[in-house]
Nanobody, 116 residues
Framework: VQLVESGGGLVQPGGSLRLSCAASGFTFSWLDMSWYRQAPGKERELVASILSTGGLTNYAGSAKGRFTISRDNAKNTAYLQMSSLKPEDTAVYYC??????????WGKGTLVTVSS
């Protein structure tokens, strides 16, 4: 499975961004998809996840109400819509795909910087 994130960049506080994660090399609809982030000097943390079956979603407390994870199986792509961004959302955002066997794959990340 290959994962390529895009959509990061510089945004002002209160702004919005949509991250994309394009997957290839496996049947996308079978993959559980997640977004993680890692801020400088901090550990990588889960932001949101969406299951392959039923599209059940889960969010970290910091993301609830501001971020929305979604997927388009026809486009083999997962998304993270982020709004009301705060400086503390600044991080490298990583896409993770989990196969039914439990094997994980990671993208290389996309940098999100929230600053005025």
């Amino acid at each position: 499975v290959q994962l390529v994130e895009s959509g990061g960049g510089l945004v002002q506080p209160g702004g919005s961004l949509r991250l994309s994660c394009a997957a290839s090399g496996f049947t996308f609809s079978w993959l559980d998809m997640s977004w993680y982030r890692q801020a400088p000097g901090k550990e990588r943390e889960l932001v949101a996840s969406i299951l392959s079956t039923g599209g059940l979603t889960n969010y970290a407390g910091s993301a609830k109400g501001r971020f929305t994870i979604s997927r388009d199986n026809a486009k083999n792509t997962a998304y993270l819509q982020m709004s009301s961004l705060k400086p503390e959302d600044t991080a490298v955002y990583y896409c993770r795909a989990t196969r039914p066997s439990g094997i994980d794959y990671w993208g290389k990340g996309t940098l999100v910087t929230v600053s005025s």
